[in-house]
């Protein structure tokens, strides 16, 4: 089954305490990305990745890393976790990034950092 | 910066109701989707369209692409509680030679029984 699976799913964490979020694509995806979700704001986009070994920054970039070290992983890291990253996170993948692809999200992780 | 603009935030509805939704930017889009969000998942997609002026129907729904390719709208034929849920846009546009995935804000409706 063609899949994006984010782990974990649910996590409470510390101010400061370092985390990571793992995102695995099945389907062979070049394009790969991370978004937030907040009420209000909609989805933006932390971090995004064309291919292996490039990434770059998207809309909201502060507090977060990445890597693309292999085509189907795409980790996010928040070295030093604040209050305000307390969100939903969905990675996503797409074929590419042309117009008109499908992009298909994760189920979500909810981080609250207290 | 381009951005999206999705109207009514929230949307409460009887059953068996039409409703229409709306997407709007200032900003070119070279294509335009919609998603469907339900809770404790990500968005699917529901429809691509591409034409300025294109219209797409998938059973209920009936999704138009403006003429300008700056807007979009969602329509839906007699509301069923199963269509609950949140419903995003999201426009693929071209800065610096790169395209993006602008997505708005959101519409979060409720249906009735």
């Known amino acids: 089954e063609a899949q994006v699976t984010q782990n974990p799913r649910y996590l409470i964490t510390v101010t400061g305490k370092k985390l990571t979020v793992t995102c695995s694509q099945n389907?062979?995806?070049?394009?790969m990305s991370w978004y937030r979700q907040d009420p209000g704001l909609g989805l933006r986009q932390i971090y995004y990745?064309?291919?292996?070994?490039?990434?770059d920054k998207g809309d909201v970039p502060e507090g977060y890393k990445v890597s693309r070290k292999e085509k189907r992983n795409f980790p996010l890291i928040l070295e030093s976790p604040s209050p305000n990253q307390t969100s939903l996170y969905f990675c996503?993948?797409?074929?590419?990034?042309?117009?008109?692809?499908?992009?298909?999200f994760g189920e979500g992780s909810w981080l609250t950092v207290v | 910066t381009q951005l999206l603009e999705q109207s009514p935030q929230f949307l409460s509805i009887q059953e068996g109701e039409n409703l229409t939704v709306y997407c709007n930017s200032s900003?070119?889009?070279?294509?335009l989707q919609w998603y469907r969000q339900e809770p404790g998942e990500g968005p699917v997609l529901l429809v691509t369209?591409?034409?300025?002026?294109e219209v797409k129907k998938l059973k209920r729904l009936t999704f138009q692409f403006g003429d300008a390719r700056k807007d979009s709208s969602l329509h839906i034929t007699a509301a069923q509680p199963g269509d609950t849920g949140l419903y995003l846009c999201?426009?693929?546009?071209?800065?610096?030679?790169?395209?993006?995935?602008?997505f708005g804000t959101g519409t979060r409706l409720k249906v009735l029984a």
């Open positions: 996503a993948s797409s074929p590419s990034i042309s117009p008109g692809n499908t992009i298909y």
């Open positions: 389907m062979n995806h070049e394009y």
């Open positions: 990745s064309m291919n292996v070994e490039v990434t």
């Open positions: 900003s070119v889009f070279s294509s």
């Open positions: 369209v591409v034409t300025g002026g």
């Open positions: 999201a426009g693929a546009g071209s800065t610096s030679g790169t395209y993006k995935y602008i």
